[in-house]
């Protein structure tokens, strides 16, 4: 690989982080969530007989696959290729990616025992990573890279049940039915992820995002009492890092003003909730106007053109009611998605007054 010293002058005024900051970019920066992945040809051959977690220890990979829609779609921030369990197995639990299902748990983990027996320090197995993220602040210039992690909440529903689940019973029942082993487990996790992130930021990336994906499928009440203060703990914990902290969850339209309160400079919207109406529940009295991300519906990305660009200007305008906005999607890009009409969004947000 080519070596490019990055120019932090350029960095630091990068449209990504400008908006992030609250101030006014020079364009509106867009990037996409899961936009190096599955969409991208010559990612599906770089991986053809990689799997998902090997991947993610390799540098050189991760190095590769981080750049490729970088160069392919000119978007205004890459993001580190991982995934929300690497931090998992690198501590020693027992979990693999499976083809066509997603995370697995080897051994559920539902009792107050299996909580105290798990393993909580990462740091040396995550060296390869923080490798990735040195060779990606070269390679990148003046791109911003952003890091990311799994909330305690959405890393502690895979453990419990097991793998990915649509209802999140056993999770939900032992929250309410064992609170002491809950807070344990999410005590242990926030850890973990606290970990993760800060390993990620001293290793050079200039902006985090916390996934909650399954925040959801709780109500505020839950949300507020059993999950609130963990993440709080995370977000909080990286202050003094002075990196933008990006806080997203899927269909947590009525969680907003709870994720905003953990800590996040900017927070994720999905595509269930206009912006406008986002930046309304999220402003809050004396603070600075909120700053948000989002959010094109990425099945959308399947429809003709005319119906992507309408959507991506109806965006563009309700974003100007917030204190700042990034473009993306509502959630990740999926894997049928056209990469041309990724490139086209980007060219499209960019030609937009910011």
Known sequence: MVRVSPDIAAVRTAPFLA????????????????QAGRSLPEYRELRAS???????????????????????????????????????????????????????????????????????????????????????????GATPLIGFAGAPFTLASYLIEGGPSRHHERTKALMHSDKQTWHALLDKLAGITRGFLKLQIEAGVQAVQLFDSWAGALSERDY???????????????????????????GTSELLPAMREAGADVVGVDWRLPLDEAARRLT????????????????????DFAVVEAEVRRIHAEGRAAGG??????????????????????????????
């Open 19 to 34: 908006a992030a900051a609250g101030e006014t970019p020079s364009r509106t920066p867009v990037w996409f969530m899961r």
């Open 224 to 250: 507020r009492e059993l999950v609130l203060p963990h993440s709080a703990a995370v977000l909080r914990s990286l202050a003094d890092a002075r990196v933008p902290r990006i806080h997203f969850g899927v």
């Open 325 to 354: 906005h990034i473009f993306n999607l509502g959630h990740g890009v999926l894997p049928e998605t056209d990469p041309d009409v990724l490139t086209r969004v980007v060219e499209l947000v960019h030609s937009l007054e910011p």
């Open 284 to 303: 809050v009295a004396g603070e600075p106007n909120p700053v948000v991300q989002g959010n094109l519906d990425p099945a959308l990305l399947l429809a």
């Open 50 to 140: 990689v799997p998902m977690l090997e991947a993610c220890f390799d540098p050189e990979m991760v190095c590769e696959i981080t750049l490729q829609p970088v160069r392919r779609h000119g978007v205004d921030a890459a993001i580190l290729f991982s995934d929300i369990v690497v931090p998992l197995v690198a501590a020693g639990i027992g979990v693999d990616i499976v083809p066509g299902t997603g995370p697995v748990v080897a051994e559920p983990v539902r009792t107050a025992a299996q909580v105290a027996a798990l393993p909580s320090d990462a740091t040396e197995r995550l060296r390869p990573v923080a490798r990735a993220i040195g060779m990606l602040r070269d390679e990148l």
